[in-house]
């Protein structure tokens, strides 16, 4: 599968998804770390794909996004953004408000 495929697959399969250096529990920038912190304040499970791991989801990811940089939120197959738009949403209550929507939303497993 061509990377391009596996990043939409990825971002389609995954309700709530960070790209990110390294991982929430050991984040390798400060970016990186401060989005995560706030994700994991929200208190719901979400996915991530370590980008350092990951150098073709690296490359190629911001021609998907039409994002530069890293991190990148995906709520519902849909980019939030990066670090200051993850910040300021949390900041003012909109990132957990997102958060809880998108998994109060998840259809039961049967």
Not at 7 to 36: D, H, R, T, V, W
Request: proline letters at 7%.
């Amino acid at each position: 599968m061509e990377v391009h495929e596996i990043i939409k697959e990825q971002i389609a399969s995954n309700q709530i998804l960070i790209y990110m250096k390294g991982s929430p529990n050991s984040p390798q920038c400060g970016f990186s770390s401060q989005a995560s912190q706030a994700l994991m304040s929200c208190g719901e499970p979400f996915s991530y794909i370590d980008i350092i791991a990951n150098p073709e989801i690296r490359a190629n990811l911001p021609e998907i996004s039409d994002w530069p940089t890293f991190p990148q939120l995906f709520v519902d197959g849909e980019l939030v953004g990066g670090c200051d738009i993850i910040l300021e949403m949390f900041e003012s209550g909109e990132l957990h408000e997102l958060i809880r929507e998108a998994t109060s939303s998840q259809k039961p497993i049967d």
